[in-house]
Nanobody, 126 residues
């Protein structure tokens, strides 16, 4: 059974940092791209970062670029997303998703992924 479990969310002050984790099980971790998405109340889910099978391909949406880093630990089957200089607009439920990929690439589209975690809440206070 494919399982993705997010952790690391919480309440943080503006300007602070968080490291989100996405622990994967039930599939071949090395064959999948992993994406991070977020959904704020009343808004559509948006892709913010992804990492390719090998970890060499890393992409960021403009809203987090320059203050986020995505990386993976193959031995722990976990993908991390570090976010710095958090803003109140970053408040959302953050979810990770996985999709098998033939090539070493990833994308930020919702429809590119079929396996999803339950999400972890991130709240940034001003």
């Amino acid at each position: 059974e494919v399982q993705l479990v997010e952790s690391g969310g919480g309440l943080v002050q503006a300007g602070g940092s968080l490291r989100l984790s996405c622990a994967a099980s039930g599939f071949t971790f090395d064959d999948n791209a992993i994406g991070w998405f977020r959904q704020a109340p009343g808004k559509e889910r948006e892709g913010i970062s992804c990492i390719s099978r090998s970890g060499r391909g890393r992409y960021y949406a403009g809203v987090v670029k320059g203050r986020s880093t995505i990386y993976k630990d193959m031995s722990k089957r976990t993908v991390y997303l570090e976010m710095n200089n958090l803003k109140p607009d970053d408040t959302a439920v953050y979810s990770c998703a996985a999709e098998w990929r033939r090539w070493d690439e990833c994308g930020l589209g919702n429809r590119e992924y079929t396996s999803w975690g339950q999400g972890t809440q991130v709240t940034v206070s001003s």
